[in-house]
C-alpha cells in the first residue's frame, strides 16, 4: 500500500453536502483513495508512527477537489486563435470547425490530446468529458492514459449530411464525419465503448457520443441514449446551442430543440446536454422530469454570442434541480482549458445581467465545477468532493501567489481572483501528477514542439487561411 500524508493545509473545501470549509487540515491517501481528513493535530495523533511514502508540505495551500471539465474537444487544440472572432456559431461550426477537424490526422489528434491534457493539468482539471475523437477513439485514450489524467471521450458521430455540401467541404471530410445512416453510427459507437470503456484501471471512460443537432437524425439521438444505457455508459451531444438553431427547429418541426429531444424519447438521465442556452421556461420542466443534465460552457457564450446572459436560463435550471456543470469547450471556442475561468464567468454574468447579486453564489459556481461536473458525467460516487472512501483526484493552490494575498474569504478568492496558473499540485488517483507546477507525467517542451510543428500542416490542410470561408451559413436551414 502506497501511503500519502498532504500535512496542514490552510483552507481545504470540501465541497461535501454541508460546503464544510476545515483549516489547518490533513489527507491522508492510502493508494488511490483518502483515507482520512481531518484537523493537522488529529491527523498526526492518529497516524503517530506510522509511515508515509510521501509527505506534502500543505502550508499556505488551499486543498479542493480536481476541478471537472464538463465539455471540451480535445482534438480542436491546434485551433486556438485561428477561426476569426466575428462568427456566431452555425457559421463557426459549419464553415470553420468541420474542415479543421477533417484535417487533423492521427499524429496530430495525439499531440493535440496530450497539449489539452497538458493544459488541463495545469490548471487544476483532473477529470474531463471529451465530445470524442476525429480519427480512432484509442488515440485520445491511450494519450489522455499517459498523461495521468482522469476522462471520458468517445467516437464522434453523425449521420445527416446537408442537401447541399460547400464547395470548402472535401470528399475526404464529408466521409470522414457522417456514417450511412444511424444503425451504423450506432454500430461503430458500441464498439468503441466495448473496446475503450475502463482502460488503465477504469480512469478512462468510453460514452456513446455524437454530435448531436440537424447533423443528427432522431434515431441517432434515441439510439444514442438507449445504447448507452444498455451498455451502463453515459451519452453527450450539443443541443440548443443558439437561437438560430432554436428557430430552424420551429420552423421545421413545430418544436423548439429540447421539446422535440422529448418527443422522440432521447431524454433521460445519462445523457448530457452542452450549451442549452435557447430554452423555454416548460422545457426546463422536461429536463428536470427526465434527469438529463447540462454542461454550460460561459466562455463560448461570450466568444460566439450565443446569448447566454440574454436568453439562457440557468439560475432556473439550478432552481429547478437541474445538474448544471461547467465546461471550457474547445480552444477555438473559449480560449483556454483553464476551469477558473468558468467559474468566474458563471459566477459573475448572472448577477450582472439579472441585476441580482445573489445569482449563482461562489460556492454554488465551485459546486458546478466540481461535485456537480462529477454528477453530469456519472462518477459523483467516486469524485468531485473530499470525503473519505472517494477517489483522490485532489488540487492544492499556492497561496504564496499574489493573487491569493490576502485571503480573507478562500471561497471568494478562488472564484472571483484565482486563476488556473495558481495550482500548485495536482494530485490524481491517488498519483501526484503535477508537483510545484512541473508535470511528472509528460514532456512539457516536447509536446509543444511538436503541437507547433503540427499545426502548421493540419491549418495548411484545412484550408482555412487559403480559401475564402464565408462566417455566414445557411446549412440545414
Known amino acids: 500500500m502506497t501511503r ?3 500535512d496542514n493545509v490552510d483552507y481545504l473545501l470540501t465541497v461535501d453536502q454541508h460546503d464544510s470549509i476545515l483549516e489547518h487540515a490533513s489527507v491522508v491517501i492510502e493508494d488511490t483513495r483518502i483515507a482520512a481528513i481531518g484537523r493537522a493535530d488529529e491527523i498526526a495523533a492518529r497516524y503517530q508512527g506510522s509511515r508515509f ?3 506534502i508540505d500543505g502550508r499556505r495551500t488551499l486543498l479542493m477537489p480536481g476541478l471537472v471539465e464538463a465539455h471540451v474537444h480535445l482534438s480542436e487544440q491546434l485551433s486556438r486563435g485561428l477561426f476569426p472572432d ?4 452555425r457559421p463557426w461550426v459549419f464553415n470553420w470547425a468541420k474542415p479543421f477537424y477533417a484535417a487533423v490526422d492521427e499524429e496530430a489528434e495525439h499531440w493535440s490530446v496530450l497539449l489539452a491534457c497538458l493544459e488541463m493539468i495545469k490548471t487544476g482539471t483532473t477529470c474531463f468529458l471529451d465530445m470524442g475523437s476525429q480519427n480512432d477513439a484509442g488515440i485520445t485514450v491511450q494519450a489522455a492514459a499517459q498523461a495521468g489524467i482522469r476522462g471520458i471521450t468517445g467516437r464522434h458521430a453523425a449521420d445527416v449530411k446537408p442537401e447541399v455540401i460547400p464547395p470548402y467541404w472535401t470528399p475526404e471530410m464529408v466521409a470522414h464525419h457522417f456514417f450511412r445512416d444511424a444503425d451504423e453510427a ?3 459507437l458500441e464498439a468503441c465503448v466495448k473496446r475503450w470503456n475502463g482502460y488503465a484501471d477504469g480512469r478512462i471512460r468510453c460514452w456513446v457520443n455524437i454530435e448531436g443537432k440537424e447533423p443528427c437524425s432522431p434515431e441517432l439521438h434515441r439510439g ?6 444498455r451498455l451502463g455508459v453515459g451519452t453527450t451531444y450539443h443541443i440548443a446551442s443558439s437561437i438560430e438553431e432554436a428557430r430552424v427547429s420551429e420552423q421545421k418541426y413545430g418544436l423548439w430543440p429540447v421539446e422535440r429531444l422529448e418527443r422522440i424519447g432521447a431524454l433521460g438521465p445519462n445523457l448530457v446536454l452542452a450549451h442549452v442556452v435557447a430554452i423555454k421556461e416548460s422545457e426546463i420542466a422536461l429536463l428536470a422530469q427526465h434527469g438529463t443534465k447540462v454542461a454550460f460552457c460561459p466562455g463560448t457564450s461570450l466568444k460566439i454570442a450565443k446569448g447566454a446572459t440574454r436568453i439562457g436560463k440557468y439560475p432556473e435550471m439550478l432552481a429547478a434541480g437541474i445538474t448544471v456543470a461547467l465546461g471550457c469547450d474547445g480552444v477555438s471556442a473559449s480560449g483556454a482549458l483553464d476551469m477558473t475561468r468558468q467559474l468566474y464567468l458563471a459566477a459573475g454574468l448572472f448577477k450582472d445581467a439579472r441585476m441580482d447579486a445573489a445569482m449563482i453564489p461562489a460556492r454554488q459556481a ?3 465545477a466540481t461535485i456537480e461536473g462529477a454528477r453530469a458525467l456519472l462518477w459523483d460516487a467516486e469524485i468531485g468532493s473530499v470525503d473519505v472512501g472517494k477517489r ?10 499574489v493573487e491569493w494575498v490576502p485571503c480573507n474569504d478562500p471561497v471568494q478568492t478562488l472564484v472571483y481572483a484565482a486563476t488556473g496558473s495558481s495550482v500548485k499540485h495536482s494530485i490524481i488517483n491517488g498519483t501526484l501528477v503535477m508537483e510545484n507546477r512541473r508535470v511528472l507525467t509528460l514532456d512539457e517542451a516536447e509536446i509543444i514542439e511538436h503541437a507547433r510543428r503540427l499545426t502548421e500542416r493540419v491549418v495548411a490542410r ?4 487559403r480559401l475564402h470561408i464565408p462566417i455566414t451559413t445557411s446549412l440545414y436551414d
Open 4 to 6: 500519502i500524508l498532504i
Open 53 to 55: 511514502d510521501r509527505i
Open 86 to 89: 466575428s462568427l456566431t456559431t
Open 186 to 188: 450506432l454500430a461503430a
Open 224 to 229: 444514442a441514449r438507449e445504447l448507452a444505457e
Open 366 to 368: 465551485i459546486r458546478m
Open 392 to 401: 483522490a483526484d485532489l488540487i492544492l493552490f499556492d497561496l504564496n501567489q
Open 462 to 465: 484545412s484550408g482555412l487561411k
